[in-house]
């Protein structure tokens, strides 16, 4: 069965520094999504990507955090410059045109 | 109004019960209604989901009653099982399964053996 992956499992990184997390969707998906989770809270919707832009972003998806799809399998998120509070696990996610959101395992983000 | 509240919080069910999870809403421009499974340490995974225009589905032990009047939906698990120990979440999107999903804060399920 097809499914979504993320790398790396577990970063961790330094405040202030740079962080890309990559996922690769599910081959014909063409909506990418990518959410987060603080630990023990609930899952929180960052941004959605559709024909090469961004078609949703929330409040959170501040001007810290980019999104690219740099060739036809790799969706990636790009925090520049990382908070503590950037601390959770980041979820990427696909679908196709009718269907649901398929998650990935998720990366731990830990900030020190 | 973008929320959705999920009760309870946690709940302990005995092996072969019934679990009763419950999510309301207030928009009611919501028109997707899944519930997502999550073991520890993995991704939600899409257990079952519902569209307004219907008040129940069933998939195997898992139905979702919808009441489209109060803006609340459930999960029901017949015939509990340990592996279905997780924590579920409620979700909602507007415009279906492509948009953003507003999700609940989550109910951690025990099913004791």
């Known amino acids: 069965e097809p499914e979504v992956t993320q790398t790396p499992s577990h970063q961790v990184t330094q405040m202030g520094q740079e962080v890309i997390l990559r996922c690769v969707p599910i081959s014909n998906h063409l909506y990418f999504y990518w959410y987060r989770q603080i630990l023990g809270q609930k899952v929180e919707f960052l941004v959605s990507f559709y024909n090469n832009e961004i078609s949703e972003k929330s409040e959170i998806f501040d001007d810290q955090f980019s999104v690219e799809r740099p060739d036809g399998s790799n969706f990636t998120l790009k925090i520049r410059s990382t908070k503590l509070e950037d601390s959770a696990m980041y979820f990427c996610?696909?679908?196709?045109?009718?269907?649901?959101?398929?998650f990935g395992p998720g990366t731990r983000l830990t900030v020190l | 109004q973008q929320q959705v509240k999920q009760s309870p919080q946690s709940l302990i069910v005995q092996k072969g019960g019934i679990s009763i999870i419950n999510c309301a809403y207030e928009n009611t421009a919501f028109d997707y209604f899944p519930w997502y499974q999550q073991f520890p340490g993995k991704g939600p995974a899409l257990l079952i989901a519902?569209?307004?225009?219907?008040s129940e589905k069933k998939e195997g032990r898992f139905t979702i009653s919808f009441n489209k009047s109060a803006k609340q939906f459930s999960l029901h698990i017949m015939d509990s099982q340990p592996g279905d120990s997780a924590t579920y979440f409620c979700a909602a999107s507007i415009g279906g399964a492509t948009n953003k999903l507003i999700f609940g804060t989550g109910t951690l399920l025990a099913v004791q053996p």
């Open positions: 519902i569209r307004p225009d219907v």
């Open positions: 996610a696909s679908s196709s045109s009718t269907d649901t959101q398929y």
